[in-house]
């Protein structure tokens, strides 16, 4: 854990590309804390008992079941937002889908995958579009 007195909180955000190189979003429900009824990228808080990787995995099951194959393209972070005040710590996970079906939970009302290009097409968090920069997603991935 940050000793870091400023960090309100840590996140792992997984950003997830298919074979057609179209990123996984997730549209939070109304009730969510932080941004009720826009599109978001399966994050989540990180706990004190866990990596931020663990935090990752953990998340990517809660939030889209368990019935699906990723493999990690690469980690980015830690990094500070640059939305909310400098109070967030964020651990990026960059995976790729490789198989299996989606089951939301609770927290979301749909998904979509879309092409980076069209990212914008959508109500987003604030904050994604830096965490494709961070990625370098802006391209296809092998």
């Given at each position: 854990?940050?000793?870091?007195?400023?960090?309100?909180?840590?996140?792992?955000?997984?950003?997830?590309?298919?074979?057609?190189?179209?990123?996984?979003?997730?549209?939070?429900?109304?009730?969510?804390?932080?941004?009720?009824?826009?599109?978001?990228?399966?994050?989540?808080?990180?706990?004190?008992?866990?990596?931020?990787?663990?935090?990752?995995?953990?998340?990517?099951?809660?939030?889209?079941?368990?019935?699906?194959?990723?493999?990690?393209?690469?980690?980015?972070g830690p990094v500070r937002d640059k939305h909310y005040g400098g109070i967030y710590e964020i651990y990026l996970f960059h995976l790729r889908w490789l198989e299996?079906?989606?089951?939301?939970?609770?927290?979301?009302?749909?998904?979509?995958?879309?092409?980076?290009?069209?990212?914008?097409?959508?109500?987003?968090?604030?904050?994604?579009?830096?965490?494709?920069?961070?990625?370098?997603?802006?391209?296809?991935?092998?």
């Open positions: 854990m940050s000793t870091d007195k400023t960090i309100k909180s840590r996140f792992s955000i997984n950003v997830i590309q298919n074979a057609n190189d179209e990123l996984l979003l997730l549209k939070r429900s109304e009730q969510a804390q932080l941004g009720a009824g826009l599109w978001g990228f399966p994050a989540g808080h990180i706990r004190e008992d866990e990596t931020p990787l663990e935090c990752a995995m953990r998340e990517l099951h809660e939030e889209t079941g368990t019935d699906f194959t990723t493999g990690l393209v690469r980690e980015y299996g079906t989606i089951t939301l939970n609770h927290e979301h009302t749909a998904y979509a995958w879309v092409d980076p290009s069209d990212i914008r097409d959508f109500d987003i968090m604030a904050g994604m579009e830096d965490d494709l920069d961070y990625l370098d997603i802006h391209h296809p991935v092998s």
